[in-house]
């Protein structure tokens, strides 16, 4: 198989490029790994991974939009992150292609309407939650591949470090999308860190931007993280790597961490996710969530259960051996 992906989402992109390495197939990545020795973005490391010199060369003359005539016809499959535009614009030079609309949790009633278009057209849709589905105007799916990590890189907790955390970026730029507000009132008073690029107003409570290795051992050794969701994901990247860590959780119930913007969407899985494993707490308020602060912060018999049970839902949930399979059977390899 040859493989064009086509990347909005670089920590993403990462995740998937090792899967689709693993599983043996020939993949060049339109996006932060066209290089994968040398990145645009360096929030994750290197990769080992087919380095396609005659196209990593031709990416800033023929963009995601208008993709290379020769990396076209070099691909047998393309998988496109999120933004089905790309597929728009070149759908009559990808025509014979298997063509695959990989979803990130960031689909709208708008953005459905759109996709049911593309799927008469042949495209397949890969979803990342079954929350999807409470999407107004759902258009429907082919496959349900959860995001997925090693497991082995992260853990185990030891929360040595009394701050509660989170990563973001832009945190309190994009308040309205990442609750960066509601972070600031149900922790005030205690000691708080937030790691993350772009995030340097936050003074004080700013961690820094660690590197791969620094950030999974800042998951490790802090003492609790507070989730804050971005609207409208159902989970991210973080909640992952965090949940991964061991770490004890607070989270954003339903109410709080489903966008009103979108009264419609119930798109929001964590709240679910934490009361079903019994791995995290939740609120719905800010008084609320200061409360379940303030008891997880003081339980250490509730830190350790949560713990354990947080680790063992994202091994079920997001273990990359279990997504690495699903992709196989989805690809066909």
């Known amino acids: ?5 086509l990347s909005c989402h670089s920590i993403l992109e990462y995740d998937e490029l090792r899967i689709f390495k693993e ?3 020939d993949v060049f990545s339109h996006g932060a790994y066209h290089n994968p020795q040398n990145l645009d973005d360096k929030k994750r490391p290197p990769l080992n991974i087919p380095f396609h010199k005659e196209f990593s060369d031709t990416t800033l003359l023929y963009p995601k939009e208008n993709l290379d005539p020769l990396l076209v016809k070099w691909a047998d499959t393309v998988i496109v992150m999120h933004v089905y535009d790309w597929i728009w614009k070149n ?3 990808l025509k014979g292609k298997r063509i695959i609309l990989r979803t990130i949790g960031q689909n709208i009633t708008n953005d459905e309407g759109i996709i049911r278009q593309l799927v008469r057209e042949g495209v397949e849709i890969i979803r990342y939650s079954q929350r999807e589905r409470t999407i107004p105007g759902f258009a429907g799916q082919s496959y349900l591949i959860r995001f997925a990590k090693d497991i082995n890189e992260f853990g185990p907790w030891t929360g040595e470090k009394m701050n509660i955390i989170t990563v973001a970026q832009s945190f309190k730029q994009r308040d309205f999308s990442c609750n960066h507000t509601i972070f600031d009132k149900a922790t ?3 000691p708080r860190k ?23 051992d800042n998951l490790r050794k802090s003492f609790m993280y507070f ?27 339903d109410r709080l961490g489903n966008s009103p913007d979108f009264p419609g969407l119930q798109t929001y899985e964590v709240a679910d996710l934490l009361k079903r494993y019994e791995a995290g707490l939740t609120g719905d308020s800010i008084d609320e969530l200061r ?17 354990k049970n947080i680790r063992e839902m994202a091994v079920d949930l997001f273990n990359k051996e279990k997504a690495k399979e699903q992709w196989k059977k989805f690809l066909k390899v």
């Open 1 to 5: 198989m040859k493989l064009l992906y």
């Open 23 to 25: 599983l043996g197939i």
């Open 91 to 93: 759908l009559k030079k």
């Open 188 to 190: 005030q008073g205690y």
């Open 194 to 216: 937030v790691y993350g690029p772009h995030n340097e107003g936050l003074g004080m409570d700013y961690g820094g931007c660690p590197d791969y290795a620094g950030l999974r």
């Open 227 to 253: 989730y804050t969701g971005t609207y409208p994901a159902s989970y991210t990247l973080n909640f992952m790597e965090a949940a991964l860590s061991g770490l004890p959780m607070v989270a954003l119930g």
């Open 291 to 307: 409360a379940k602060v303030k008891q997880l912060y003081e339980d250490k018999a509730l830190q350790k259960k949560f713990s």
